[in-house]
């Protein structure tokens, strides 16, 4: 009954035995409560504590019982006190938390300032995309550029978007060119467009970017470094911006199903001609491979098999092409060997010599 002030069933029967009277000496409460003198010498231990017990006036050294009105009255007010210290350190501790939170808000990197939410960390990123695709009710638009997208990739995006098209959601989504050489990317595309969505491949693409019902765009921070993290934004200017974008890269993209090497009249297809637009405009092979999103190996091979086509086909004269393609092919790769370089002058590109 009084363990709510604190006091033990064993302490509370000795204390009840020694305000009736009932016993004196510690064996004889003992005897009378079932107890060995030990537990009986712990319960008054705890009845002094407790303010419960304290010196006889009529015997010299023993104990008694202060009367219950007054005892429990005072372990009342004692508790009162301590919930009373209690509340005052919950009040600092609030106020701390509050002073804490302000301080740290400016430096804390999932922020939302004018509309734009900066996202660290692939787990914020991620938890961003699962709430956007719950919310979604007309459509996705997505560029996912960099060729093969990791599994991990994948995995994370397949329940989400087969929850969007199971509810009707229209989505469209452009990946590079090369993706149809990459098993596992090419899978999903396909499984994407079997459910529903629709899937297009270009050669080159924008930066990566994620439209939900035209009102919330997820771009990349840093596009060349994906793991910087991801900027979330609702203004409208950026997000119209970003559509329209998204709207002239599909419009000029291939869509899954069709033959994307279909070539122009001088026999050159679409993708050859963005390889020599990047070569003649200076890139090195390493950026026009991320460009187009295949390794530096690839872009050797896709170059020199062009060369090799040119070459047997009478297109590589010099002048007899587009000053732009024809001119810089002829310069580096005339008969007899690459030309030297003017002085002063940067040397050609490794990747070129190499082929």
């Known amino acids: 009954m009084l363990q709510a002030l604190g006091l033990t069933d064993r302490a509370e029967a000795v204390y009840r035995a020694l305000v009736a ?44 019982a202060v009367s219950p ?36 808000s400016a430096l804390r990197p999932n922020t939302c300032t004018d509309g734009a939410e900066r996202l660290v960390g692939l787990d914020s990123i991620q938890t961003r995309l699962e709430t956007l695709a719950r919310g ?37 989504v452009v990946y590079q060119d090369s993706t149809r050489n990459d098993a596992a990317t090419l899978a ?32 990349p921070i840093d ?27 599909w419009e000029t993209a291939v869509p899954l199903g069709a033959d994307r090497r279909q070539r122009s009249e001088d026999g050159i297809s679409a993708g050859e001609q963005r390889l020599l637009k990047l070569v003649a405009a200076g890139m090195t092979d390493e950026a026009v491979g991320k460009r187009l999103g295949v390794s530096l190996r690839t872009v050797r091979r896709l170059w020199g098999a062009l060369l090799a086509r040119l070459v047997a086909g009478r297109r590589f004269d010099a002048g007899h092409t587009a000053a732009p393609r024809g001119g810089l092919l002829a310069a580096r790769h005339a008969p007899g060997g690459p030309a030297r370089p003017a002085p002063g002058s940067a040397p050609p590109r490794d990747a070129v010599g190499n082929l």
């Open 223 to 249: 596009p060349a470094q994906s793991r910087l993290g991801a900027l979330c934004t609702t203004s409208p200017g950026i997000v119209a911006s970003l559509v329209a974008l998204f709207e002239q890269t």
């Open 21 to 64: 009277e009932q016993a004196g000496g510690v064996a004889e409460l003992g005897k009378m409560l079932g107890m060995g003198e030990s537990q009986v010498r712990a319960g008054l231990d705890e009845l002094v504590d407790l303010g419960l017990l304290t010196d006889s006036r009529d015997t010299p050294g023993a104990l008694r």
């Open 136 to 172: 979604l009710t007309r459509e996705c638009l997505a560029i996912m550029p960099g060729g093969a997208q990791s599994q991990a990739s994948l995995d994370a995006s397949r329940p989400l978007d087969e929850q969007a098209l199971a509810r009707g959601i229209s989505m469209r």
């Open 69 to 104: 009105e007054a005892g429990l009255e005072q372990l009342l007010l004692r508790q009162e006190q301590e919930l009373a210290h209690k509340q005052r350190e919950l009040a600092l501790s609030k106020a701390a938390a509050a002073r804490a939170v302000a301080e740290f």
């Open 188 to 219: 999903y595309a396909q499984w994407t467009t079997a459910l529903g969505g629709q899937v297009r491949t270009s050669p080159l693409l924008p930066p990566r970017m994620l439209i939900f019902d035209g009102e919330t765009a997820l771009v």
